[in-house]
T-cell receptor, first 113, second 118 residues
Framework: GDSVTQMEGPVTLSEEAFLTINCTYT??????LFWYVQYPGEGLQLLLK?????DKGSNKGFEATYRKETTSFHLEKGSVQVSDSAVYFC????????????FGAGTRLFVKA | GAVVSQHPSWVICKSGTSVKIECRSL??????MFWYRQFPKQSLMLMAT?????????EQGVEKDKFLINHASLTLSTLTVTSAHPEDSSFYIC??????????????FGPGTRLTVL
């Protein structure tokens, strides 16, 4: 079945450092790819998405590019802030699966001032 | 827009009792809602897909008689944990698809319900 694998955390960075969180997926069809974020004490919210190969999703300075050839969707940000401290989930969703979402294990990010 | 609420936000119950958790889409109609379980420092595990007006579809390994799901309207789905035991203690999260054109693959999440079974 479909699955998502993302790098284990926690990741600890200093403010203004460059962030990369790796994510790869396996899917039988052609899924949409997502990054969701869960801030402390809050529910998950969509950070960005991409629906087809070579699409780049972006939001709040975060970016991820849908790479079909490497089945990857790595999350990047050029300069992190303390407020970016959260848990980040890579995920996929397929129409054939009724749009149910499969999540990676999550990566906790700590950003130090 | 696309707000999902859950009630209660936390509940403590005695072993053997049943607990109902409500999930509501506040400003949109949700034909499909999903129920997840999240263990501490772990990812979300999909429990079931809830479709309005029909029986829920449960993921493999999830006991449907234990976790009763009802989706009686386009804005409300309920999860009832029957005869709860301490191992059912967890964080339960619901989500809903917006149904909007081009965004059906996006999910909007409730804030979650912390269940503790004593």
């Amino acid at each position: 079945g479909d699955s998502v694998t993302q790098m284990e955390g926690p990741v600890t960075l200093s403010e203004e450092a460059f962030l990369t969180i790796n994510c790869t997926y396996t899917a039988t069809g052609y899924p949409s790819l997502f990054w969701y974020v869960q801030y402390p004490g809050e529910g998950l919210q969509l950070l960005l998405k991409a629906t087809k190969a070579d699409d780049k999703g972006s939001n709040k300075g975060f970016e991820a590019t849908y790479r079909k050839e490497t089945t990857s969707f790595h999350l990047e940000k050029g300069s992190v802030q303390v407020s970016d401290s959260a848990v980040y989930f890579c995920a996929l969703s397929e129409r054939a699966g009724g749009f149910k979402t499969i999540f990676g294990a999550g990566t906790r990010l700590f950003v130090k001032a | 827009g696309a707000v999902v609420s859950q009630h209660p936000s936390w509940v403590i119950c005695k072993s053997g009792t049943s607990v109902k958790i409500e999930c509501r889409s506040l400003d949109f109609q949700a034909t499909t809602m999903f129920w997840y379980r999240q263990f501490p420092k772990q990812s979300l595990m999909l429990m079931a897909t809830s479709n309005e007006g029909s029986k829920a579809t449960y993921e493999q390994g999830v006991e449907k008689d234990k976790f009763l799901i009802n989706h009686a309207s386009l804005t409300l789905s309920t999860l009832t944990v029957t005869s709860a035991h301490p191992e059912d203690s967890s964080f339960y999260i619901c989500s809903a698809n917006s149904g909007a054109s081009g965004r059906r693959d996006e999910q909007f999440f409730g804030p979650g319900t912390r269940l503790t079974v004593l």
